[in-house]
């Protein structure tokens, strides 16, 4: 077998090996869920994430997801295409997305491609939307002693 048969046999069986490894859906608080994105974002990707969000909320009854995209590479029109689907899926099921780690870049490009933001929920920072996320709960997050 030539050496790029084995390559490229070897990429696939990796790309199925992160796929099925899906995407952490971490629980951060009652009724609070975290999602971090890293690299980049495909078709495959995020309709494993929406399941694995969906699966979250229905059976830890999650109110509000924070996807922080922070780590992902580069945004452009089918990302953006794929975190509104999210965010629609999921507010079918009586959660709310917030998208944090929104950085300027990504801002531009976003509004540079006229991309519809008004029913989204978004942060600059991780630490904005958790805030966001306790009061929306019913939390409260203060510094204890002092």
């Not at 490894?21 to 009724?31: K, R």
């Not at 590479?73 to 009586?94: E, F, P, W």
Request: proline share 3%; with cysteine; net charge negative.
């Amino acid at each position: 077998m030539p050496i790029s048969q084995l390559d490229t046999n070897k990429i696939e069986e990796l790309q199925g090996q992160l796929l099925n490894a899906g995407i952490p859906v971490l629980d951060v608080a009652d009724d609070i869920a975290m999602v971090p994105l890293i690299g980049l974002i495909d078709s495959a990707k995020s309709q494993k994430l929406m399941e694995d969000m969906l699966y979250n909320i229905k059976t830890n009854e999650t109110k509000i997801i924070i996807l922080d995209i922070l780590g992902i590479s580069v945004v452009d029109s089918a990302v953006a295409s794929h975190l509104i689907k999210i965010t629609k899926a999921t507010k079918l099921m009586g959660c709310e997305t917030i998208i944090s780690g929104i950085s300027p870049s990504i801002a531009q490009t976003m509004v540079n491609l006229g991309i519809e933001i008004e029913n989204l929920i978004t942060t600059a920072t991780l630490k904005n939307a958790l805030s966001l996320a306790y009061q929306k709960t019913g939390y409260v997050m203060k510094k204890l002693n002092g």
